[in-house]
């Protein structure tokens, strides 16, 4: 698990580290809960429902989540396995440069 912080001394976001293909981080080992129930990390996608956006890289898929105050974004392999789970107020595709760069076609802001 990784904390983000700011000179403020604010945690804008974290991210729990699944599966870490570089070896930087061991895979998190604790469960994971959504709306206070556990659930299996397989079934993750589809409990947060549906995506706002989602990029195809050569490496991975990115499922990013929007919501007013959050995004959440889900990393996975190309064999389907959800390597990274990221949570953060700074929201990537809240900035129209990042929407441009994944050529982001829906409209902002989801909500």
């Known amino acids: 698990m990784s904390l983000d912080h700011d000179d403020a001394g604010t945690v ?3 991210q729990v580290v699944l599966a ?3 070896g930087q981080f061991a895979g998190f080992k604790g469960t994971i809960c ?3 129930s556990a659930i299996e990390t397989a079934s993750l996608l589809d409990e947060l429902g549906e995506y706002f956006w989602l990029d195809r ?11 007013r105050t959050h995004e959440i974004q889900i990393e996975q392999s190309q064999s ?5 789970v990221i949570v953060t107020n700074d ?4 900035d129209p440069e ?3 760069a994944y ?9």
């Open 98 to 100: 990042q929407r441009l």
């Open 80 to 84: 389907r396995q959800i390597q990274r």
């Open 12 to 14: 804008p976001g974290f």
């Open 34 to 36: 959504v709306n206070g």
């Open 20 to 22: 870490d293909p570089e």
């Open 91 to 94: 929201a990537l595709m809240a």
């Open 103 to 111: 050529r982001v076609d829906k409209s902002w802001p989801p909500f």
């Open 57 to 67: 890289g050569d490496d991975e898929l990115i499922y990013f989540f929007e919501f």
